[in-house]
């Protein structure tokens, strides 16, 4: 929709060029969420477009993703045949309620900005061990976990002005075996819970849990759990983390999250074929 | 640093355009300012697609990309796909299997649709998920991308009954059809055009005190600001009927009480949407806060705060219950006293919103005569007519209401709640005034169906012969009364009509609340009825060992029986035709086939299936008149002229093939028009199910009389006898001799012989229409979700005008019913306020959520209904929630009597596997 209170749209060639920051400013990515609602406390569009951010990156150390990226260049993305966790990329681009036209302009950056609980993108980066590189206004950029990003509904660690600028998966990571699984009170709709497991070589599980709450929760178990350990970690999530909303109940949701988790854990407890 | 994208050069379908965007610009509004209006708008959000456009050769959802980005790049819109008489394929496909109904959706699918690969194609849900449509239930939309032809050929003299294609089918493909807001920039009547935004409450109930506009004055740009002072204070109702006495007039077009969260407080016209938004923030309101209440029990206990003290012209009503409606035939005590069992349960159904694609608007503007005229989105032009003249107090040949094509209406455009505030703007400014609802004011500040409790209980012999019903409803009408009371009647009246039972008693209150006003809604209170008395009908088999189907064919109404409710006064209802039991052994024969889809691997899935049955009264007990003209004009075409308006429902299409079958010509050597106060005859509007009863009559009838009067002048012309003239595609044969019709009308006209009828119907005796739905599914016990298998549904609907459009519309009403079952919920907070007030947080069905379904027709012709056919595109809701909560129940075990039926709020209930 048009947002009729801007007043200012700058398209810098570097970040740098920002360099003062205040209320009324916002970064523009792909726009999707931007344009999606009235936003009438902005007057000024900082258009991240011209910076010429490289979208995917491939190295021996993994894979850095441009938070200037789209969603459909993910989707899209062929990597190393090591790279056992890539079936995930396609699998979290499906979990997105938004349609493959969204994927054309939304971006992997902008969707962890905006941090809500059911953000495919953040599920897949913090299931992949991602590490977000900001960039304050000021001072020397930052890395943070994906999973500690995002703080909350709608809320993360970003500063005023302060920009995501990439998103690391390192190799280890994307080498892992990976079990996926996701439901939605909608069919292909906004996820109530979207859990995704990743073993390593030497049996340990990561599970993370999002969509269900209000922050990826993240149970790391050095070795492969049994089914009443990994209930019993489920359980242990404080209830306060467990998001309701139009999407679906916290009861369900974590109803949902404790089902998933037996699932992944079992799938993931097969020996590899 | 600061680029400022002064000129944008981009392409738009082919033609280089020149134009600055303003700075927060979406690509959608841009592109209809330079005149590409085949770009719609459904949500603004990117959540519908309606706005789909290919930007660089991509598909993107317009309203999200930045007006900017789209310099020096190429867009396509749907008006660049293909053009009339050049389609591209894709268009010829949704014309050929007519894959949209209103269209509003259309330019969207079919940019959406004409970008897939092979591989999207063959997976549609997730291909279309980013594109919703409201009317089809998506049944036709994959049969257009499929490629299958479902149109038939239009024959002169065969055109009724054939599947013909909707008259402006290639204007909607192509995105030339012009809705209410497709006004080119350099349309003369709006130069001047102002746009109004309306301020709306933050209480949900709350005097205002004071409203400080100083600021928002001082806002260049701001024309005039309105707030309760400066209206006619003139009490109306915004619901539309042709009695105007069955809705209270408790409202002001502004109102110094506010009694819900998003009732207008004022309302602001400006040189630009931005310039009023802008304004509309700056205006400072100081409220007093009363109290609210939005339970409608709570509401109607005697301490309750009183939301309309409306002095003694509501005579009857006391504090917040508005109507209150009592019957009984025989005697439920005595009925329950003779039963083996008794099924007592309370059911409740929920609030929603009709989400017709195209939002609520209109555009007023003054000629130099001084008349004012509303382009509107409505189902009842003639009547907002009315209402506009009596708000005004202005005559009735000063006001003139029309319709372009109405994208979607499902009743909530039985409303007036846009007309009057630009009319009242357009008075006051001496100019154009347009206003365009939001989506969000979809859900906040339009009508909802009300939401209903009914408590049932049923009694019944060993056999399952039931022995009493008594039903009381407490219907939540929000904080304005429009279709309340007629709502309530609708929730007494069908759904105990359709079971032979010689004691029934019902209790109906419908009871202000501080909430978003209950309106008008395909199945008006029957819906919400039919769904407890289903539902209840199955527990009291289940109780009895009695199989659902023999419960029913043992107690449904049947030809000779009285057709009566709960109340014993005469009736202008009658059996035009039965075929309620054909739709049901249609329904067992085609759930016993197997068919559908297999039930999911794995001992969580628990399979089930379920029917209901429903009841219509084919058109309002109120009354309901509709007229219509017809003329043979000089080239021997036909002029048919109808009030009723055309929103998706398929009347222009089948009133033209009515009108053909009379003629004995083919549907397009008639041209229409509709909707039009000015150039059609009045009809009290398209809602009710009288599209086909009321208005296709008084085309029946009219056509009628044109044939006798061209037949009548064609014997005199030639001296044949009358006996052996007949109508033959376009010339009167007469014996051996053949009279081109534009021969007849030279030589008619040169004598004075006017070739013209009019004619007017009006609806009694009303028939009665059946319809019955049947689903097999399977509910995860974990997860809770729901899978439809197989769905199949029986329609006695009379004659098939258009076997096609009679098809989509059952297709659209099953989706609707579907959405209602098992995906939509309007959710309150503790304050009032809407909490998921988008598509994205308020979910119709999408693509993904919509099986197709089996559609079987009863083999019936109607003696009341114009040419055999009854109403078909409302009732066909009213079976689809309570078979889907019965099949639900049946595959659970587990009885879920409050809708909706989501997976978080029945995983709790549903026991381990069986």
């Not at chain 1, 897949?124 to 991602?130: F, R, V, Y």
């Not at chain 1, 996820?191 to 990826?216: K, M, Q």
């Not at chain 2, 392409?11 to 509004?29: H, N, Y």
Request: aromatic share 6%; glycine share 10%.
């Amino acid at each position: 929709m048009d947002l009729h209170t801007i007043r200012e749209l700058r398209r810098p060639i570097s970040a740098g060029s920002i360099d003062e920051w205040r209320g009324g400013y916002a970064w523009l990515a792909g726009g999707t969420w931007l344009f999606s609602e009235p936003q009438p406390a902005l007057d000024t569009l900082i258009d991240l477009g011209g910076l010429g951010w490289p979208a995917l990156e491939v190295s021996a150390d993994g894979l850095t993703i441009g938070a200037t990226c789209r969603v459909v260049d993910l989707h899209r993305f062929a990597g190393p045949a090591e790279w056992h966790a890539l079936p995930l990329f396609r699998a979290c681009c499906d979990a997105f309620l938004a349609s493959f036209k969204i994927w054309n302009a939304a971006t992997v950056g902008g969707n962890l900005c905006m941090s809500l609980p059911a953000g495919p993108m953040i599920s897949l980066t913090a299931a992949l061990e991602g590490f977000c590189t900001l960039w304050p206004r000021h001072g020397a950029p930052r890395e943070v976990p994906v999973a500690d990003f995002v703080a909350g509904n709608h809320a993360n660690v970003l500063g005023a002005g302060e920009l995501l600028r990439s998103i690391h998966l390192p190799a280890s990571a994307l080498r892992k075996r990976a079990a996926f699984r996701h439901a939605s009170l909608t069919k292909l709709g906004r996820s109530a819970a979207l859990l995704i497991g990743t073993r390593d070589a030497e049996g340990g599980l990561l599970l993370t849990i999002t969509a269900a709450t209000d922050r990826p929760v993240q149970l790391r178990f050095n070795a492969m759990p049994g089914v009443a350990e990994m209930r019993g970690a489920v359980e242990c999530i404080a209830e306060a983390r467990w998001f309701g909303d139009e999407h679906g109940s916290a009861a369900y949701k974590r109803h949902l999250a404790l089902h998933f988790a037996e699932e992944i854990r079992a799938e993931l407890e097969v020996a590899s074929p | 640093m600061n680029h400022d994208p002064a000129i944008t050069s981009c392409s738009i379908d082919g033609r280089a355009v020149f134009a600055a965007p303003k700075l927060g610009q979406c690509l959608r509004t841009f592109l209809r300012e330079q005149g590409a209006l085949g770009i719609k708008k459904g949500c603004d959000a990117g959540d519908c697609g309606a706005c789909t456009v290919w930007l660089d050769g991509e598909p993107v959802h317009s309203c999200l990309v930045p007006a900017f980005r789209a310099t020096g790049g190429e867009v396509t819109t749907i008006e660049g796909l293909g053009q009339p008489g050049a389609l591209h394929e894709m268009q010829r496909r949704f014309l050929d299997a007519q894959g949209f109904q209103c269209g509003f959706c259309t330019a969207g699918m079919i940019m959406t649709a004409a970008a897939l690969d092979e591989a999207q194609r063959a997976d549609l849900p997730h291909a279309l998920k980013g594109n919703l449509c409201r009317c089809t239930g998506y049944r036709a939309v994959a049969d257009a991308i499929g490629g299958s032809v479902e149109a038939q050929e239009d024959v002169a003299g065969q055109a009724c009954g054939a599947s013909l294609r909707n008259p402006f089918g290639e204007a909607i493909v192509t995105g030339h059809a012009r809705y209410t807001m497709d006004l080119s920039a350099d349309e003369p009547t709006l130069e001047g055009l102002l746009h109004l935004k309306v301020l709306r409450a933050e209480h949900a109930h709350a005097r205002i005190a004071r409203i400080d506009r100083t600021r928002a004055e001082a806002l260049p740009g701001v024309v005039a600001i309105f707030t309760w002072e400066d209206v006619p204070r003139r009490l109306y109702s915004t619901a539309t009927h042709e009695d105007h006495l069955v809705d209270p007039d408790d409202s002001y077009i502004l109102d110094n009480v506010v009694r819900f969260r998003g009732q207008r407080v004022a309302a602001v016209v400006a040189e630009s949407e931005a310039i009023a938004e802008a304004a509309c923030r700056l205006l400072v309101v100081e409220y007093e806060i009363l109290p609210a209440v939005f339970d409608p029990e709570a509401a109607m206990r005697p301490d309750a705060p009183v939301l309309h003290d409306k002095g003694p012209a509501t005579l009857g009503s006391r504090g917040n219950i508005y109507a209150e409606i009592h019957g009984e035939v025989g005697s439920v005590a005595d009925g329950f006293a003779a039963a083996d069992a008794v099924h007592e349960r309370t059911y409740s159904t929920s609030r929603v919103q009709h989400v017709h694609l195209e939002t609520h608007g209109s555009i007023a503007w003054r000629d130099e005569a001084g008349r004012v005229h509303v382009r509107t989105s409505s189902q009842a032009p003639f009547i907002v007519q009315q209402k506009l003249c009596h708000l005004f107090a202005l005559p009735a040949r000063a006001v003139h209401v029309f319709t372009e094509r109405v994208g979607g209406g499902f009743g909530g455009k039985q409303e007036m709640i846009t007309e009057d505030l630009c009319v009242l703007a357009t008075l006051a400014t001496g100019r154009p005034v347009k206003w365009e609802y939001t989506r969000q004011e979809q859900f906040t500040a339009a009508t909802t169906r009300h939401q209903m409790t009914t408590r049932v209980k049923l009694g019944a012999t060993r056999d399952g012969t039931l022995t009493a019903i008594e039903v009381r409803v407490v219907s939540n009408t929000g904080a304005y009364g429009g279709h309340a009371g007629e709502t309530l009647a609708a929730s007494l009246g069908g759904p105990l009509t359709a079971y032979r039972c010689a004691n029934k008693k019902a209790d109906g209150y419908a009871v202000y609340t501080n909430l978003v006003p209950g309106g008008g809604f395909r199945g008006y209170g029957s819906s919400q009825t039919t769904f407890a008395i289903e539902c209840a009908i199955d527990e009291l088999a289940i109780k009895l060992g009695v199989h659902k189907f023999t419960i029913r064919r043992k107690n449904m109404i049947r030809p000779g029986d009285w057709i009566e409710s709960v109340w014993s006064d005469p009736s202008d209802v009658d059996f035009g035709s039965y075929g309620l039991d054909q739709c049901m052994d249609n329904v067992e024969s085609a759930l016993a086939s197997g068919r559908g889809a297999a039930k999911p691997a794995g001992e969580a899935w628990l399979e089930g299936t379920g029917i209901a049955l429903a009841m219509l009264e084919c058109g309002p007990p109120t009354e309901h008149r509709s007229g219509a003209e017809m003329r043979l004009v000089s080239d021997g075409r036909y002029h048919l002229a109808v009030g009723s308006t055309e929103m998706g429902n398929g009347s222009v299409t089948s009133h033209r093939q009515i009108a053909a079958e009379l003629l004995d010509c083919a549907a397009g050597q008639i041209d229409i028009i509709n909707a039009d106060t000015d150039r059609a005859p009045y009809d009290t509007g398209t809602f009710a199910s009288t599209g086909t009863v009321v208005a296709g009559q008084a085309v029946a009838l009219t056509a009628a009389a044109l044939r006798e009067n061209l037949l009548g002048y064609a014997s005199h012309h030639t001296g044949a006898e009358r006996a052996v003239c007949r109508l033959e595609s376009d010339a009167v044969l007469c014996g051996d001799r053949r009279v081109r019709l534009a021969e007849l009308y030279a030589a008619g006209s040169a004598e004075g012989h006017r070739f013209e009828a009019k004619r007017k119907a009006y609806l009694s005796p009303r028939t009665v229409a059946f319809n019955v739905h049947g689903v097999r599914l399977a509910v995860h016990r974990v997860t809770a979700e729901v899978r439809i298998l197989h769905s199949v549904h029986g329609a006695d609907i009379g004659r098939l005008i258009n076997p096609m459009q009679c098809r989509g519309q059952i297709d659209g009403a099953i989706g609707m019913g579907i959405g209602w079952a098992l995906t939509e919920n309007m959710i309150h907070d503790d304050g009032g306020a809407v909490v998921n007030p988008s598509l994205r947080n308020y979910r119709i069905p999408a693509f993904a959520d919509v099986p197709p379904s089996e559609v079987y027709f009863a083999d019936t012709h109607d003696r009341i209904g114009p040419l055999g056919a009854k109403s078909q595109g409302e009732c066909a809701i009213n079976p689809v929630a309570p078979a889907i909560a019965n099949a639900i129940a049946d595959a659970t075990g587990v009885r879920f009597a409050h809708l909706p039926l989501t997976p978080d709020r029945i995983f709790a209930d549903l026991g381990p596997a069986r």
